[in-house]
């Protein structure tokens, strides 16, 4: 998340009292978030008091934001309150991802499709990246290119691999690696190349460069729905619930 803070150079990474606010600098509300930090809240009243100073912090400077929430870190009685809250707030649900995790990805169970896995490091990759972001995830292209054109957005540790076949983009896939963990993000397939195999050879190929690299094998994503079965395919399992609330 800390990558649309950085990206665009007109963002920030605020870390506020039970929270931190990540504000991208544009008025696109997926990409300005909110989180809890720290330990969990203890009961609704003080879920009520890190919220409220999420929405100071982005009231100031987007009506556009999201919250994003570990439902597993909430106990059961804030758990049940926490969706009217939010939606005092304005926040309306627009999705639930599984938090997954694989000590391993299993071995692939059909022969995958031939592709280049190659690192983000210039221009034409990072167009190409963020390119396919807007078509798989439904976003606008001029927001893509804000937050994955500039050469800024690559400097820290979100790394990109872009899939080429014959010298076409088929495939984009992001690397995190933190101290005990890889986390994988924006998994896509052009549309024309969808059930082909070609995600899951460039995520095999990107996950063991970094696995190289950082010697770290332990894999965690959040899942689409449209991702879900080839995550379990692959040897992933549910270990938590993030629900997504963005205002209207």
């Known amino acids: 998340m800390r990558f649309f803070g950085e990206a665009t150079g007109t963002g920030e990474i605020r870390p506020l009292d039970g929270a931190v606010a990540i504000y991208s600098g544009l008025d696109y509300g997926v990409f300005n978030i909110a989180l809890l930090h720290g330990d969990p809240p203890r009961g609704i009243e003080e879920m009520s008091q890190?919220?409220?100073?999420?929405?100071?912090?982005?009231?100031?400077?987007?009506?556009?934001?999201?919250?994003?929430?570990?439902?597993?870190?909430?106990?059961?009685?804030?758990?049940?309150?926490?969706?009217?809250?939010?939606?005092?707030?304005?926040?309306?649900?627009?999705?639930?991802?599984?938090?997954?995790?694989?000590?391993?990805?299993?071995?692939?169970?059909?022969?995958?499709?031939?592709?280049?896995?190659l690192p983000v490091t210039d221009r034409a990759s990072r167009q190409a990246f963020g390119a396919l972001t807007s078509v798989s995830f439904d976003i606008p292209f001029a927001i893509a290119t804000a937050v994955y054109e500039p050469e800024r957005a690559w400097l820290g540790g979100y790394r990109g691999f872009v899939g080429m076949v014959g010298g076409k983009t088929v495939a984009i896939v992001a690397i995190v690696a933190t101290a005990d963990a890889l986390g994988v993000y924006s998994l896509s397939t052009t549309p024309e190349?969808?059930?082909?195999?070609?995600?899951?050879?460039?995520?095999?190929?990107?996950?063991?460069?970094?696995?190289?690299?950082?010697?770290?094998?332990?894999?965690?994503?959040?899942?689409?729905?449209a991702g879900y079965s080839l995550y379990r395919r692959l040897g992933f399992r549910e270990v938590a619930k993030f629900s997504v609330y963005l205002t209207r």
């Not at 195999?197 to 729905?225: F, H, M, P, W």
């Open 50 to 117: 890190r919220l409220a100073r999420c929405a100071g912090y982005f009231d100031t400077r987007t009506t556009r934001w999201s919250f994003w929430m570990c439902e597993d870190a909430l106990d059961a009685a804030t758990r049940r309150k926490a969706r009217s809250l939010l939606m005092d707030h304005d926040l309306r649900p627009i999705s639930q991802a599984p938090g997954m995790l694989a000590e391993a990805l299993a071995p692939p169970v059909r022969t995958l499709p031939k592709i280049d896995c």
């Open 193 to 225: 190349c969808r059930r082909m195999g070609y995600g899951e050879a460039l995520l095999r190929a990107a996950v063991a460069a970094e696995q190289k690299r950082t010697g770290i094998q332990r894999l965690v994503l959040q899942s689409t729905d």
